[in-house]
């Protein structure tokens, strides 16, 4: 996924109103006829005109001239950088001030339909139970745990952790709320049980930076075990009880090294395992779900090799198990005396998985082979399973194999038993499973059934609900209905699209609001989830639809193969040829379509608004990477160099061109544009806050409506912005209040 970090300058604990003071006043004419307030409401009624400073680029003989590039401002701390931000800011407050009743009652109600005192489905690891628990009130979690009464006893799907009186007491292992007292920012990326469940390590990102300071403590007392890891990804692994491994980044952030660290031990000392020298590629680390082993994996966009490290002998270093073959790309787990890859090839480019013994890597099995009509996303291994995550005419399923007894030869494998699902359109995602039982925990919603965790029994086929998330305010799954249209893009590609409306409301006539979400990069699925905040959306008659657009990875490998690259603009024309097919439907109309997207969506918003504005009626560009070009020609911004093989390197004439043709930075003109919200984080080394900063720039500079153009940057964070969970709340009634105020939706006794 493109870009996504956030960061805090130094400054950011002091008001803000200090941190920009000298900025501020510069900002404000003074008169002596007007008080300061009076002046400040009516400069904030003049939306921010950035200065013009020529900033010239030339490359193939081809000039670009970028006005707004002093917006780029790596140290986060320039004062005319802040300054303008602060104003867009004011801008933006001010500009929806009159809909801030509105926004405050619909973040209420959003606030409302959380169970804010609640626990998660507990997992049973060794002795214990283990769950997270919300407070009412408080942002973030707590951890804990409980013993589990019977050890003796199997697992089953119908085990219960008892909570009444006479049950174990809970215990505490840590709580968030109180480790986020002092900080604007806080975020556990990484909670880790060592396999004795002694201790617990975890990794803490107090600037949104994601970079991490790793914790070890004792699970019972919260003691801490020795120094912490600074300056660390959130991969992390226990290697045995006594050992960590780590990964670390160079200066552009790009995950490079990997370490061993013997608790009790100076970071300094740590034994580098791995060094990628190849800034194409990154560094991954997991461990294998039986916990013998340790993997790390050097990946590019198009190629992926691994190392095992036995995890009873970490001392004896990393050993080859699949190698760098330039186009393969493997991933890879243990069980008994086998690893199971997943290998993709040009040739196999859905995958294939094969099996090879522990001491001779080289001797392989196939067990499930490439079909062209099924995408291998993702495999899990219990002792006597094997879970095969994958993907069929755009949906995910759930196939599950029956293995030979550990020790036994592996031979291709028959009869794969489906867990069933019934929406038209849903998602599905792998919850942490036990290894040594026959319990598959997975996580099931659509986007009209709240979240929900099962255990499946893959003996006998029986699934048990264990937790769905409560949704209050009246919330009636059977209101809603979900849908799957399909679309015909301009080549004749027939393009998914799920829907979702509440049908005692909709008229489907093409006065219905309707808002469509896109993505449409890095082989990534948008699967149809449940969002509880979308609620407010379809109970005001919205009509809510995702476009499965080329670029992702919902129809298999060739479909993210045909929308990167030189075929990047099959995305874009893929998103309208669905916004006209929902128009022609009469889900909607121009006059009643907002459109949605973040990240490299938010760069699909900012090619099809360029391209056809006057579909549209509303935008939403969150934290949106708009200056492609600029940026892919430059190494030094983290994620340039990884993602050559995602976009194209600009230094190639052929990709210059090319990407220049939809670079929404490059590509704004003189036209009408719908009302737009762009959003972004100052410290986000994902998307650097400059990118959208200079596409508002220079669409208030070009465009040649009167609609409402807003930028909010979000100067205590970065690309996932703010990290509690109430405050995201507020995002989202921010962003529905501009919507239904872009669409006149809003009635004036609440204004």
């Keep these: 996924m493109?870009?996504?970090?956030?960061?805090?300058?130094?400054?950011?604990?002091?008001?803000?109103?200090?941190?920009?003071?000298?900025?501020?006043?510069?900002i404000v004419p003074v008169?002596?006829?007007?008080?300061?307030?009076?002046?400040?409401?009516?400069?904030?009624?003049?939306?921010?005109?950035?200065?013009k400073v020529e900033h010239k680029m030339e490359l193939f003989g081809d000039v670009r001239v970028d006005n707004y590039y002093w917006l780029r401002d790596d140290s986060r701390s320039d004062p005319d950088v802040l300054s303008y931000l602060q104003q867009e800011n004011d801008y933006a407050n001010f500009h929806m001030s009159g809909t801030k009743k509105f926004e405050q009652e619909l973040y209420s109600e959003i606030r409302g339909r959380i169970q804010e005192d609640d626990i998660s489905a507990p997992e049973r690891k060794g002795h214990y139970y283990y769950y997270t628990r919300t407070l009412k009130g408080q942002e973030y979690v707590q951890h804990c745990r409980r013993l589990v009464p019977n050890t003796e006893a199997p697992h089953s799907v119908y085990d219960t952790m008892p909570m009444g009186p006479d049950a174990p007491p809970e215990h505490v292992i840590l709580d968030e709320n109180i480790k986020a007292q002092t900080h604007a920012y806080y975020s556990i990326a990484a909670f880790k049980v060592s396999p004795n469940n002694k201790l617990v390590v975890y990794a803490e990102?107090?600037?949104?930076?994601?970079?991490?300071?790793?914790?070890?403590?004792?699970?019972?007392?919260?003691?801490?075990?020795?120094?912490?890891?600074?300056?660390?990804?959130?991969?992390?692994?226990?290697?045995?009880?006594?050992?960590?491994?780590?990964?670390?980044m160079d200066a552009t952030l790009r995950p490079d090294k990997a370490w061993l660290h013997k608790l009790g031990t100076e970071q300094s000392t740590d034994s580098c395992l791995y060094h990628e020298k190849d800034n194409m590629f990154s560094i991954e680390l997991q461990a294998s779900e039986s916990k013998r082993f340790l993997f790390v994996a050097s990946e590019?966009?198009?190629?992926?090799?691994?190392?095992?490290?036995?995890?009873?002998?970490?001392?004896?270093?990393?050993?080859?198990?699949?190698?760098?073959?330039?186009?393969?790309?493997?991933?890879?787990s243990h069980r008994g005396n086998h690893f199971f890859i997943k290998r993709r090839s040009d040739q196999f480019f859905n995958s294939e998985v094969i099996a090879c013994p522990v001491e001779n890597t080289s001797e392989t099995t196939v067990l499930i082979p490439h079909r062209?009509?099924?995408?291998?996303?993702?495999?899990?291994?219990?002792?006597?399973h094997l879970v095969i995550y994958e993907r069929e005419d755009g949906l995910p399923k759930i196939t599950i194999y029956n293995l030979p007894d550990v020790g036994q030869p592996l031979k291709r494998l028959q009869g794969g038993q489906a867990v069933n699902f019934s929406d038209p359109t849903y998602s599905v995602e792998p919850s942490e499973s036990e290894y040594s039982s026959s319990i598959l925990r997975y996580s099931y919603s659509s986007m009209k059934t709240p979240p929900s965790e099962y255990d499946y029994d893959m003996k006998t086929g029986i699934s048990v609900l264990k937790k769905i998330e409560t949704v209050l305010g009246g919330f009636e799954e059977s209101k809603y209905v979900t849908e799957r249209k399909w679309a015909t893009a301009t080549d004749g590609t027939q393009i998914p699209i799920s829907i979702v409306y509440r049908k005692d409301i909709i008229k489907l006539d093409g006065s219905d609001p309707l808002l469509l979400y896109g993505y449409g990069s890095y082989e990534i699925c948008v699967d149809a989830c449940f969002k509880a905040s979308r609620m407010s959306l379809l109970?005001?008659?919205?009509?809510?639809?995702?476009?499965?657009?080329?670029?992702?990875?919902?129809?298999?490998?060739?479909?993210?193969?045909?929308?990167?690259?030189?075929?990047?603009k099959n995305t874009f024309t893929d998103f309208i040829a669905c916004a006209e097919y929902l128009i022609e439907k009469k889900y909607g109309s121009k006059?009643?379509?907002?459109?949605?997207?973040?990240?490299?969506?938010?760069?699909?918003?900012?090619?099809?608004?360029?391209?056809?504005?006057?579909?549209?009626?509303?935008?939403?560009?969150?934290?949106p990477f708009v200056d492609v070009l600029t940026t892919m020609l430059d190494p030094t911004i983290p994620l340039t160099t990884s993602e050559w093989e995602e976009w194209g390197d600009p230094r190639r004439e052929e990709f210059y061109y090319y990407m220049k043709s939809y670079s929404p930075v490059d590509n704004v003109k003189a036209q009408n544009y719908p009302n737009i919200l762009v959003t972004a984080g100052l410290n986000d080394p994902r998307v650097m806050y400059s990118e959208p900063a200079k596409f508002v720039a220079k669409l208030r500079d070009l465009k040649t409506d009167k609609n409402i153009l807003l930028f909010k940057c979000e100067l205590g964070a970065g690309h996932f912005s703010k990290s509690g969970r109430f405050e995201k709340l507020e995002e989202d009634a921010f962003t529905y209040s501009f919507i239904m105020k872009a669409l006149d939706m809003i009635p004036d006794h609440e204004k």
């Design 31 to 51: 008169r002596s006829s007007m008080t300061s307030s009076a002046m400040m409401s009516q400069k904030m009624e003049t939306p921010p005109v950035a200065k």
């Design 591 to 623: 006059e009643k379509l907002s459109i949605h997207g973040r990240s490299a969506g938010g760069l699909l918003i900012g090619a099809v608004l360029n391209m056809r504005p006057d579909l549209f009626k509303a935008a939403v560009a969150g934290v």
């Design 300 to 332: 590019s966009k198009t190629t992926r090799f691994n190392f095992y490290l036995d995890a009873l002998r970490p001392e004896g270093g990393l050993v080859v198990l699949t190698p760098r073959q330039d186009g393969i790309d493997t991933s890879v």
């Design 539 to 568: 109970d005001r008659g919205f009509i809510f639809a995702i476009a499965h657009i080329r670029g992702g990875g919902e129809m298999g490998r060739k479909w993210y193969e045909n929308g990167k690259l030189l075929k990047k």
């Design 372 to 384: 062209e009509s099924v995408k291998i996303q993702d495999l899990c291994l219990f002792n006597d």
């Design 2 to 26: 493109r870009r996504m970090v956030m960061r805090r300058h130094l400054l950011v604990n002091l008001p803000l109103s200090v941190q920009l003071v000298s900025s501020a006043t510069a």
């Design 205 to 248: 990102d107090t600037k949104g930076n994601e970079i991490y300071t790793v914790y070890v403590i004792d699970a019972d007392t919260g003691a801490p075990v020795g120094q912490p890891l600074v300056n660390v990804t959130n991969y992390l692994e226990w290697a045995g009880d006594q050992a960590l491994a780590y990964v670390t």
